[in-house]
C-alpha cells in the first residue's frame, strides 16, 4: 500500500500529540479500517462501532507504532477489535461453533444448498474470516497475517486451509473434498 | 488448494470491500471526541447544534420547565425535568458509538428520576462501555437486536448500592451514584463483559452490576460529583446511553 508523500510527516506529527494530524490519519486510513471490520464482522452498524474503536486505541496507544506507515498496525488493531465486538455480539453462535452444533460444513452442499460466495464467507467462524480476509484481501503472507491476527503461523495456516475447504464445500466448488 | 477458486475469493472479497465507499461523518466525529479533540462540525452537524444551544440558552433563562421532556429515536423518559448542568452542545449524541444517518438534537439535562414508557419487552444485556468524551462521560447499555427494555433511572447522593435479592450493600467508587433498573430483562447468557468497570473517568469512577434475578436486572454507577446526567435512547443496536456532564 502506497503512502501519500506528506503522511509520514503527518503519522509523524499525530505520534508527538497533534489531534488535528491524527484526524488526518482517520481521513487517510479511515476507509481501510472500515473495510476491514465490514468484511469480518459482516455489519454495517458493528463494522463503524470497530472502525472508530479502533481509532480511539490507535491515539491511546499511538506511542507503540513503530513505522511511518500505519497501515499494518491500523489493520491488526482493526482485525483483533473486529474479532472482539464479534464474540460480544454473537455469543450464542460462538458457543455453537465451538460445540459444533450448526455446522453444515461437514459433508458438501447439494447443488440446492449452494451458496455464493458473500453467504458462505457469513457461515465461516469468525477467526476462519479474520484469518481469509488478512491474507486474501489485504495480500498479506502467513507469517505476517498470523502476527496481525496474533496467533501462531500453524494456526494461521490451519485456519486458511480450513476455511477454503469449508468455503469449497458451501459453494459447491468442483474442487471440494 | 485451487488456484481459481482462491481467484475467486480474492476477486469477491474486493467486490464486497468497494460497496464500502466512504467513511460515514459520525465515525470520524465519534472518533474526535473519543480522543478528546476539537469537533469541526460541517454543514450536517451544525443544526442539531445549533437546536441544542438554543435549547440550553432558553434553559438558563428559566424557561426549562416548559421546554422539558425532549425526546430521542421516538421514545420519551417520563417524569419532570431538573435543573440542568452544563453540557457542551455537541452535534452528535452517539459519539460512542455512532448509529447511521442523521442526529436529533441532544436531550435536556436533568438530575431527577427518569423512566422509560412502560413496556414488557424482554431486554437482553450485550454489553457495557464508558468512554470519556469532550466534556462529558458517557455509559452505554447495548442490547441485543429484540430491543430496549424498559428501565428506571435513580440518582442517588452516594455510592453505596443495595444489591437485588441479597440486600447486600455495595460499595462503590465515588461520592454519588446512579441505579439502573431494567424491570424486565436479563445479561444471563448475552453479556460476557465484567460485571465490574472501573473506567478512570473523570466523572464515572465505576459502574458494576448490583442485581440479576428474575428477569430483573440492575446495574450501580459510581459518580465523582454531579449525578445530573442526559438520557439518549439509539436504535440498531438498541442503546440506553447516560452522559455525565464533567466539570
Known amino acids: 500500500m502506497l503512502m501519500q508523500p506528506a503522511m509520514d510527516r503527518v503519522v509523524a506529527r499525530a505520534k508527538s500529540g497533534d489531534r488535528e494530524a491524527f484526524d488526518e490519519v482517520v481521513a487517510r486510513y479511515g476507509l481501510q479500517v472500515l473495510r476491514v471490520a465490514r468484511l469480518i464482522v459482516r455489519d454495517d452498524a458493528l463494522a463503524e462501532d470497530v472502525c472508530q474503536e479502533t481509532f480511539i486505541r490507535a491515539w491511546r496507544h499511538i506511542d507503540t507504532l513503530r513505522d511511518d506507515d500505519p497501515s499494518h498496525w491500523l489493520t491488526r488493531i482493526a482485525t483483533r477489535e473486529s474479532l472482539s465486538a464479534y464474540r460480544r455480539r454473537h455469543r450464542f453462535d460462538a458457543l455453537a461453533e465451538r460445540a459444533g452444533r450448526f455446522m453444515p460444513g461437514s459433508r458438501p452442499a447439494s447443488s440446492e444448498e449452494r451458496l455464493d460466495l458473500g453467504r458462505a464467507l457469513d457461515r465461516l467462524t469468525s477467526e476462519q474470516r479474520a484469518a481469509v480476509v488478512l491474507h486474501y484481501y489485504e495480500d498479506l503472507d502467513v507469517e505476517t497475517a498470523a502476527r496481525m491476527a496474533g496467533i501462531p503461523v500453524d494456526t494461521m495456516k490451519s485456519r486458511l486451509k480450513s476455511a477454503l475447504r469449508r468455503l469449497r464445500e458451501l459453494t459447491g466448488d468442483e474442487e471440494a473434498v | ?247
Not at chain 2, 12 to 32: K, Q, Y
Not at chain 2, 68 to 73: C, F, I, P, S, Y
Not at chain 2, 130 to 157: H, I, K, M, N, W
Not at chain 2, 187 to 213: A, C, H, M, R, S
Open chain 2, 1 to 247: 488448494m485451487t488456484e481459481p477458486f482462491e481467484h475467486k475469493l480474492r476477486e469477491h472479497l474486493r467486490g464486497e470491500a468497494s460497496r464500502v465507499t466512504r467513511l460515514p461523518d459520525p465515525v470520524a466525529d465519534g472518533v474526535r471526541a473519543g480522543i478528546g479533540g476539537r469537533r469541526f462540525p460541517g454543514p450536517r452537524a451544525l443544526a442539531p447544534a445549533a437546536i441544542a444551544l438554543v435549547f440550553f440558552v432558553l434553559l438558563g433563562v428559566g424557561l426549562s420547565g416548559k421546554l422539558g421532556g425532549n425526546t430521542l429515536a421516538g421514545k420519551t423518559p417520563v417524569g419532570a425535568g431538573a435543573p440542568s448542568p452544563s453540557f457542551p452542545a455537541t452535534a452528535s449524541p452517539s459519539a460512542l458509538p455512532s448509529p447511521p444517518g442523521s442526529h436529533p438534537p441532544p436531550p435536556p439535562a436533568r438530575c431527577d428520576q427518569a423512566k422509560s414508557a412502560a413496556s414488557s419487552l424482554a431486554g437482553h444485556l450485550v454489553s457495557v462501555r464508558a468512554a470519556g468524551q469532550s466534556g462529558f462521560d458517557r455509559v452505554v447499555f447495548e442490547f441485543t437486536s429484540a430491543g430496549l427494555p424498559e428501565y428506571q433511572l435513580t440518582p442517588q447522593s452516594s455510592a453505596t448500592f443495595t444489591q437485588d435479592a441479597s440486600g447486600r450493600q455495595v460499595n462503590m467508587q465515588g461520592n454519588a451514584g446512579m441505579r439502573v433498573l431494567f424491570p424486565h430483562a436479563t445479561e444471563q447468557g448475552t453479556y460476557t463483559g465484567p460485571t465490574d468497570l472501573k473506567p478512570g473517568l473523570p466523572l464515572v469512577k465505576e459502574l458494576g452490576n448490583i442485581g440479576d434475578f428474575e428477569n430483573v436486572l440492575s446495574w450501580g454507577i459510581g459518580l465523582n460529583g454531579s449525578n445530573c446526567y442526559r438520557v439518549s435512547e439509539l436504535q440498531s443496536p438498541p442503546r440506553l446511553v447516560l452522559d455525565f456532564a464533567t466539570p
